[in-house]
């Protein structure tokens, strides 16, 4: 999670360094813009849910987590790996990225193997640990066929190597980003605010998004015309609208005590910004640029800080503080954290995003350097927000911080 935190920061300050080429016509297909995508998609997002997977799939499960000496390996191997990868793509040295890109596959294959340890000692299993078994695949594909890229530009293994980036984008934002936080979000959300119902598509939410998935895929992969490639993505589309209606419904049935602050209003905003770049993602997939940058970014600095905020703000403070050696000795932040402040950080992110999407549209480098200034800002403040909220400055009467701990979470 700290590896995501940093990540992030750094996205957002390389798309100020590199406005001017990132948001050019053809800016995505620089070695720049190549660099930034994986940065944020292997450092900020593919790092965080990693860890976030490392906690949560034993709880739901009801499984032994995985062995911690074997995961920091695998930490320490993603990080040196991800470090290499993404500066030969910065450097343009085709030369070295088979090097990072077998190293960055074999580490991404530990993570999964770590998964499937745990999913391999489950007592229980529900529509949540689909979701993620489904994520998973996804990864080890993309890490695959990113290998697969990486030595092909060298050597010419394929005739054509770069037929595959297309079907691996698709495969990374909708399939393991996408599929990763919808399904913890199915987790988190009804136990964060009590929530008195029940999802109601879940499961066709989880059917829509995968089929939508492998049909974009099939039909990116033959070539085939674009209001095919529309028509095959559009259940992709309507899952994440269903999704959306779920969220909504969820966070409107908080119960009592339930979650305040931060966490409901994060969680909607996210779904929003799910469901709005699943719509960008069909002038994507027909070819029309810059739609492809727009449906990317819109993930990587968009839903998913949203979303990783908003549930960041209760969670993280579980995981981080300890005493005497024990998780979750301290009280979860989100109750704590004055509303305007938690949603003035929000705020920050979703207007980043925005300008962010608007300079790439419009082709100026000076709003998508301003969108990713207000997104590192926003990034910048969560984590002072919690602490400041843990070490009691955020002074808040007594019955609006009762039941704020980790046992008025379980719903």
């Known amino acids: 999670?700290?590896?995501?935190?940093?990540?992030?920061?750094?996205?957002?300050?390389?798309?100020?360094?590199?406005?001017?080429?990132?948001?050019?016509?053809?800016?995505?297909?620089?070695?720049l813009a190549l660099a930034l995508t994986h940065v944020l998609a292997l450092g900020f997002a593919t790092s965080m849910?990693?860890?976030?997977?490392?906690?949560?799939l034993p709880v739901i499960l009801g499984s032994r987590p995985a062995r911690a000496r074997g995961a920091r390996l695998v930490w320490w191997?993603?990080?040196?790996s991800t470090a290499i990868f993404t500066g030969t793509l910065a450097s343009g040295r085709d030369d070295l990225a088979?090097?990072?890109?077998?190293?960055?596959?074999?580490?991404?294959l530990g993570i999964s193997v770590h998964a499937g340890s745990v999913m391999r000692r489950a007592t229980r299993w529900n529509v949540v640990a689909l979701y993620l078994v489904m994520a998973l695949g996804c990864l080890d594909a993309i890490a695959v066929m990113g290998a697969?890229?990486?030595?092909?530009?060298?050597?010419?293994?394929?005739?054509?190597p770069l037929a595959l980036l297309a079907p691996k984008i698709l495969l990374a934002v909708g399939g393991w980003l996408g599929l990763v936080l919808v399904g913890v979000s199915y987790q988190l959300v009804p136990q964060f605010n009590?929530?008195?119902?029940?999802?109601?598509?879940?499961?066709?939410?989880?059917?829509?998004?995968?089929?939508?998935?492998?049909?974009?895929?099939?039909?990116?992969?033959?070539?085939l015309a674009a209001p095919l490639r529309v028509a095959a993505l559009a259940p992709y589309v309507a899952g994440a609208w269903l999704y959306l209606d779920d969220v909504i419904r969820l966070t409107r049935a908080r119960g009592r005590p339930a979650a305040s602050g931060i966490t409901p209003v994060g969680?909607?905003?996210?779904?929003?910004?799910?469901?709005?770049?699943?719509?960008?993602?069909?002038?994507?997939?027909?070819?029309?640029?810059?739609?492809?940058?727009?449906?990317?970014?819109?993930?990587?600095?968009?839903?998913a800080p949203l979303a990783i905020s908003a549930n960041g703000a209760r969670i993280i403070p579980f995981l981080a503080w300890t005493r005497a050696g024990i998780p979750g000795a301290a009280p979860l932040a989100a109750d704590r954290i004055p509303v305007p402040a938690g949603v003035g950080q929000l705020t920050l992110l979703g207007t980043g995003w925005l300008l962010l999407e608007i300079g790439i549209l419009a082709q100026s480098p000076s709003l998508a350097r301003a969108g990713?200034?207000?997104?590192?800002?926003?990034?910048?403040?969560?984590?002072?927000?919690?602490?400041?909220a843990l070490r009691g400055r955020f002074v808040r009467r007594a019955s609006r911080t009762r039941g704020s701990h980790l046992g008025s979470d379980r719903g």
């Open 148 to 160: 697969i890229l990486a030595v092909s530009l060298r050597t010419g293994m394929l005739e054509d």
């Open 49 to 56: 849910m990693a860890g976030v997977l490392y906690q949560m």
């Open 372 to 388: 990713a200034v207000l997104s590192l800002v926003g990034a910048l403040i969560l984590p002072t927000l919690i602490a400041l």
């Open 1 to 31: 999670m700290a590896l995501g935190a940093v990540s992030m920061v750094a996205g957002c300050v390389l798309i100020v360094l590199w406005a001017e080429p990132l948001v050019a016509p053809g800016g995505w297909a620089t070695p």
């Open 77 to 80: 191997c993603f990080l040196a």
């Open 267 to 303: 969680q909607v905003a996210a779904a929003v910004v799910f469901a709005l770049a699943a719509l960008a993602a069909l002038p994507a997939i027909a070819g029309v640029q810059p739609w492809p940058q727009v449906a990317v970014s819109s993930a990587l600095l968009g839903w």
């Open 98 to 108: 088979p090097i990072g890109g077998v190293a960055l596959t074999v580490a991404i």
């Open 194 to 223: 009590v929530s008195t119902v029940r999802a109601r598509w879940a499961r066709p939410v989880l059917c829509l998004l995968v089929s939508g998935l492998l049909l974009g895929v099939i039909a990116v992969a033959m070539h």
